[in-house]
C-alpha cells in the first residue's frame, strides 16, 4: 500500500521565457502534449492531475503496470498515431469509453533515455513516466530527484515494454533538438535536485516554444479591463467565422488600440463552447460579439489550432494588424 492516501497533488511547473540563465537545473525532459497523470502500478490505478480515475479509460495501461512493482508514478499520457506523430486530440476519444478493437496503439512508459524508441512505436496511446512518488510502503517525494530518477530506472528495468521514462539531458542543446519532434514535444522542463513537493514548491521550470500567427476578433468576454479576453477566429469552409480559441487577457496598450477600432454586433451576449476556451468539460465562455473585420498578431504554442478545432492554451494577443483584414487569413482546419 502507498504511504499516502491517493491520488495525490502533483508538482506543477512555474512557467519562463528563457532556457538559459537558469543555474540550479540539473536535468532537462521534453515537455510532451498530453495528459498529465499518476499511476498506482501493480493495483493498476489511474488518475488525472485533476483526479479523475482514468482507470477504466486506460484500462490497457493500467493493466500494462501490474507487471511492475508497487509503486507510485507520476507521468503523462501522450497519443502516438501509426505515423509516428504525437496527437493529443486521440487521447479525448478514449474519455468514458476505454479501449476499442482496432486502434493500433500499444502502451508505453517513454524512458529517459529512449526518446529515439517513438520513432518505430505504431502506437496510439503512450504513457510517459517522469518520477517516482513511492515505492511499496515508502514515500520518495522527500528524496532529491537524481535519487528518484535512478529508482525509477531500476524499477522499469526489465519491465513492460509499455511503460518507459522519458528522455532527460544535462544539455540545452539537447533538450532544445526534441522541441518539435513528432509533433507532439512541445517545450522542455527543467529540474532541479530537490525533493518533490506539490504544486510549484519543486522549483521545476516550463519553456514552450512559441508562435505567432494572425485572428480575427469575435468578440470580447469579461466584466473589467484586467479581465478581458478576445474571442479568437478564423475562416471556415463556406466563408463563414468560426471560433478558434479564448486569448489571455488583453493588455493595456493593445485595449486601448482595439477600443475606437471594435464595433459592437448586436445587443445580446453569445456563448461558446467549453471546448473552444479549454478542455471538453470546461464552463461555457459568455461574451459581445463584434463585427469580425479586425485583425490582431497573437502568440501561441501551436502553429495553429489543432485538435477540436481550436487553440488548446489561451493565445497572448501581441497588437492590432491594421495591414490585414479577415480575407487575408488562413481556413480553419
Known amino acids: 500500500?502507498?504511504?499516502?492516501?491517493?491520488?495525490?497533488?502533483?508538482?506543477?511547473?512555474?512557467s519562463v521565457d528563457h532556457v538559459l540563465g537558469h543555474p540550479h537545473t540539473a536535468a532537462i525532459e521534453p515537455k510532451f502534449d498530453g495528459w498529465?497523470?499518476?499511476?498506482?502500478?501493480?493495483?493498476?490505478?489511474?488518475?488525472?492531475?485533476h483526479g479523475t480515475d482514468l482507470s477504466a479509460s486506460f484500462a490497457d495501461i493500467a493493466e500494462a503496470s501490474r507487471a511492475l512493482p508497487d509503486c507510485v508514478l507520476d507521468g503523462e499520457l501522450v497519443a502516438v498515431l501509426d505515423s509516428g506523430e504525437l496527437a493529443f486530440g486521440k487521447l479525448q476519444s478514449r474519455s468514458g469509453r476505454g479501449p476499442r478493437s482496432h486502434e493500433g496503439f500499444t502502451v508505453h512508459l517513454a524512458a529517459f533515455d529512449v526518446l529515439a524508441a517513438f520513432d518505430v512505436l505504431a502506437a496510439f496511446d503512450v504513457l510517459a513516466a517522469f518520477d517516482v512518488l513511492a515505492v511499496g510502503d515508502t514515500d520518495w517525494r522527500p528524496k532529491p530527484y537524481s535519487e528518484r530518477r535512478g529508482r525509477l530506472l531500476d524499477l522499469l528495468e526489465g519491465g513492460p515494454p509499455a511503460i518507459r521514462p522519458v528522455p532527460v539531458t544535462s544539455s540545452v542543446a539537447t533538450a532544445l533538438d526534441w522541441v518539435g519532434a513528432l509533433g507532439g514535444v512541445e517545450g522542455i522542463v527543467m529540474k532541479p535536485n530537490r525533493p518533490y513537493v506539490a504544486g510549484r514548491g519543486s522549483g521545476w521550470?516550463?519553456?514552450?516554444?512559441?508562435?505567432?500567427?494572425?485572428?480575427?476578433?469575435?468578440?470580447?468576454?469579461?466584466?473589467?479591463?484586467?479581465?478581458?479576453?478576445?474571442?479568437?477566429?478564423?475562416?471556415?469552409?463556406?466563408?463563414?467565422?468560426?471560433?478558434v480559441g479564448v486569448s489571455l487577457p488583453?493588455?493595456?496598450?493593445?485595449?486601448?488600440e482595439l477600443l475606437p477600432l471594435l464595433r459592437p454586433a448586436g445587443d445580446t451576449e453569445a456563448e461558446l463552447p467549453g471546448t473552444v476556451g479549454g478542455l471538453p468539460g470546461a464552463d461555457p465562455v459568455y461574451y459581445r460579439p463584434v463585427i469580425p473585420d479586425v485583425v490582431v498578431e497573437i502568440e501561441a504554442d501551436q502553429t495553429g489550432p489543432r485538435e477540436l478545432g481550436r487553440f488548446r492554451h489561451r493565445p497572448r494577443v501581441l497588437r492590432v494588424r491594421g495591414d490585414l483584414t479577415a480575407d487575408n487569413l488562413p481556413c480553419a482546419p
Open 205 to 243: 521550470l516550463k519553456w514552450r516554444q512559441m508562435h505567432t500567427s494572425e485572428a480575427a476578433v469575435l468578440g470580447v468576454s469579461g466584466r473589467t479591463p484586467a479581465t478581458q479576453c478576445l474571442i479568437l477566429g478564423l475562416p471556415h469552409r463556406g466563408g463563414q467565422m468560426r471560433a
Open 250 to 256: 488583453v493588455g493595456q496598450a493593445v485595449r486601448h
Open 1 to 14: 500500500m502507498p504511504p499516502f492516501d491517493l491520488p495525490v497533488p502533483l508538482a506543477l511547473c512555474r
Open 36 to 49: 498529465r497523470c499518476q499511476l498506482l502500478a501493480g493495483a493498476g490505478r489511474l488518475w488525472s492531475r
